[in-house]
């Protein structure tokens, strides 16, 4: 144990001061049958040269995105990355920085939470927002429970065409917290029946635009959650923002949304950034941290955390979530982002994602496809084929394109159909290319 600084005689003392005769009686209460007996199966040791020889062997069998052409969305998008956000965001006190307890040595960091704030309030328009949350998912999930805080109701209606995996982290907060989830049917792609909102209702969660791409409409949805007396939360795609009415203009309570696509790299998956809007009277119970701008006692402007007497830290036993950290360096990433880009640049991303959009849809349908929904469309649209969509997609990437995601995992009665996302970053060319390649696959059935 090379790494572990204790001596033997270090761990004999520690070991006869809590009474136990060796290491292994530290761990008695885990079963025999579940015991690693002897040494781990692991390989020897490689020096660094070699090591990095397979490390990129292993990588390599990843598809990678400078090789394949993606169109492939449903929450994390191939966006185009300003580089001057990995230039600042790579900086050793950006970097290595966890939790600004002490604002007198993290002024710098604690401003940018607050342009952060700032942004994505604006963005949304709401009054507030939180200094950021793990992802998109666990964000609806803490609105939801602070929607059965306000109004002491344990019903959360969710539109069917909010993302599937949102709704699933959704189950299982509201099975850790006693409450009951109720899903509106989307047979056409949007929500239109709003049936399950009563009086039981603590909220109305829909998506803005939907998990299908669909532009929803929110003043049904607001209509619907306003009549019973419960909570409107969105679901926001920020780069839709450039171009539609925000939900705060809706009179949302609260709008929450996964920031990857401002500037944040897909990865594998993550990580995310959670963003978390709200009306200004839910301030006491917003999850997660809040910065402020105040000044000291000469009158020169500071940031602070501010509102740190709320139970996410002490008396947890009694708090409205228990969420104590943040995503801080990918906030960070999306203010870098919205400052390079501007009001101007980020409609010009959402404009162009719209015209890719549609020149897509064009050429798909042309090559053998259909569109499955109606309505207004973003970013995305659900593109129904004459045969499984696992296949369609396994036979594309072969030609190095990454077609879409299958929906036939979460939907059996969509197995033909691909969920295809299109941004500000594909060419007409790219998309020609798939359009011919989608044909060639149909035509050999």
């Not at 990588?59 to 600042?88: E, T």
């Not at 609806?140 to 929607?147: D, K, N, T, V």
């Not at 982002?337 to 798909?364: D, F, H, M, P």
């Not at 004459?386 to 879409?404: H, T």
Request: proline share 4%; hydrophobic share 45%.
């Amino acid at each position: 144990m090379a790494y572990i600084p204790h001596t033997e005689q270090d761990v004999r003392d520690m070991l006869a001061t809590i009474g136990v005769a060796n290491i292994d009686e530290l761990f008695r209460e885990i079963p025999d049958g579940l015991k690693v007996k002897g040494d781990l199966a692991i390989p020897a040791a490689l020096d660094e040269y070699n090591l990095y020889l397979h490390l990129r062997e292993i990588a390599a069998k990843n598809a990678n995105l400078a090789d394949v052409v993606c169109f492939m969305g449903a929450g994390i998008y191939d966006r185009y990355v300003p580089s001057i956000v990995g230039a600042v965001i790579s900086r050793g006190e950006f970097l290595t920085a966890y939790t600004p307890y002490q604002p007198e040595f993290s002024q710098g960091y604690l401003q940018t939470i607050y342009e952060y704030q700032t942004m994505v309030a604006n963005l949304f328009g709401m009054d507030m927002a939180n200094a950021s949350m793990y992802d998109g998912a666990t964000a609806m999930a803490e609105a939801a429970i602070l929607s059965t805080g306000m109004n002491s109701r344990t019903k959360v209606v969710v539109s069917k065409a909010v993302h599937p995996h949102y709704r699933r982290v959704l189950e299982t907060y509201a099975w850790s917290n006693g409450l009951t989830v109720a899903t509106i049917k989307t047979p056409n792609g949007a929500t239109e029946n709003y049936a399950a909102v009563d009086g039981e209702a603590a909220c109305v969660i829909v998506q803005y635009p939907n998990f299908f791409g669909v532009i929803e409409d929110l003043a049904a949805a607001r209509d619907a959650a306003r009549a019973k007396g419960a909570l409107f939360i969105v679901v926001s795609d920020p780069t839709a923002m450039g171009l539609l009415k925000p939900p705060g203009e809706f009179d949302a309570d609260i709008v929450v949304g996964e920031g990857q696509p401002l500037g944040i790299a897909m990865g594998l998956g993550g990580p995310g950034c959670g963003l978390f809007a709200c009306k200004q009277e839910h301030v006491r119970r917003i999850p997660g941290r809040i910065v402020g701008r105040t000044h000291d006692h000469d009158g020169n402007p500071g940031f602070v955390m501010t509102l740190r007497t709320r139970e996410q830290d002490i008396r947890r036993e009694k708090a409205t979530s228990n969420i104590c950290t943040n995503e801080a360096l990918m906030a960070l990433a999306a203010t870098v982002y919205l400052t390079a880009l501007g009001k101007n640049g980020l409609r010009s991303v959402a404009e162009s994602t719209v015209r890719n959009t549609q020149y897509a849809i064009k050429r798909l349908t042309e090559a053998g496809g259909k569109l499955r929904f109606g309505g207004r469309v973003f970013g995305e649209f659900v593109l129904e084929l004459p045969m499984d969509a696992g296949k369609v997609q396994a036979r594309l990437l072969e030609r190095k394109i990454l077609a879409g995601l299958p929906l036939g995992a979460y939907d059996a009665a969509m197995a033909n159909c691909l969920l295809v996302a299109v941004t500000e970053v594909r060419t007409t060319a790219q998309i020609d290319a798939y359009a011919a390649a989608l044909s060639e696959v149909l035509g050999e059935g």
